[in-house]
């Protein structure tokens, strides 16, 4: 009799909410509609598959209880799967932990950056920071416009040499075969070489302030604001920890109330440690990154403009020790044969 009241109090329905809970508080509707909308960058629990006979898990491993009542049964023996099934659960209340705090850190960061947005909270901000910082991204944009129309004049030259090495080649077949045109089309055909070959020389010149120029904006540039991006993260947490002890401090002082103020005290301090210690990284790599700037563009603005010069003036001796003066050497297809200047 009492077997049977036990069977069937422990299959009774147990009534629950949407969410699997016996009942949830109005407050906690709210952090789930906000932890949804960021639960796109959450951390990755699939390394690990995780498998346990408790909640959310499988029904191996679970014995009924009509099966151990009775006396002709014998009492299972322990098998290794008992241990592994701990590592399991371990490995299990580890990630949790994980989930936790990350839930925990994203929906306050999420709620400063809304007070921010409209103008309800109060943001820490390092006005000569700042203004350093905003001066790289527009400095960054007008880079990238260069290096563009750099990249774009490029390609419209190397499709002149292109021209101008068919049109060479054209002269001179006519040149064999028309004897009363032969010497328009031969000095015509060689100033075509000739341009040619100066044509490839500015190219060399051009092509290297091109790489100078992509390796300044999308390598040093571009680590530089990674390191700025996570000095704004650190900045938005160090601001929402802060408001929360600024929250916590206004309120009652009972037992309760100190140790979560202890604890807010600690995440705080951590959090404004990291931000401190980013905010000095920043102001390195921003003072290196200019000096570096000035000295890459003073380099490589003189090598355009002398390569560019020496082209239209058509001086072939000052584009070839332009190249030589900043150690730049033409780099030809198929540079195991010959050219088709080599060959004439």
Known sequence: MTDGIMSKAATMEIPISSNGDTGSLPEDDGLEQD??????????????S??????GGTAE???????????GLHQPHPSPAVGGEEVVRGIAVEKFDIVKKWGINTYKCTKQLI???????SRTVDLELETQIELLRETKRKYECVLQLARALTNHFYSLVQTQHALGDAFADLSQKSPELQEEFGYNAETQKLLCKNGETLLGAVNFFVSSINTLVNKTMEDTLMTVKQYETARLEYDAYRTDLEELSMGPRDASTLCRLDAAQSQFQSHKDKYEKLRADVAIKLKFLEENKIKVMHKQLLLFHNAISAYFAGNQQQLEQT?????????????????WLEEQ
């Open 115 to 121: 007070s921010e947005r409209f103008g309800r909270g």
């Open 323 to 339: 190249l030589k003066q900043f150690n730049i050497k033409l780099k030809t297809p198929g540079a195991e044969k010959p050219s």
């Open 61 to 71: 491993g679970i014995i009924p209880t009509s099966t151990i009542k009775g006396s």
């Open 50 to 55: 995780i498998v346990s006979g408790g909640y």
């Open 35 to 48: 932890l949804q909308q960021v639960m796109v960058s959450g951390p990755n629990l699939n390394e690990t």
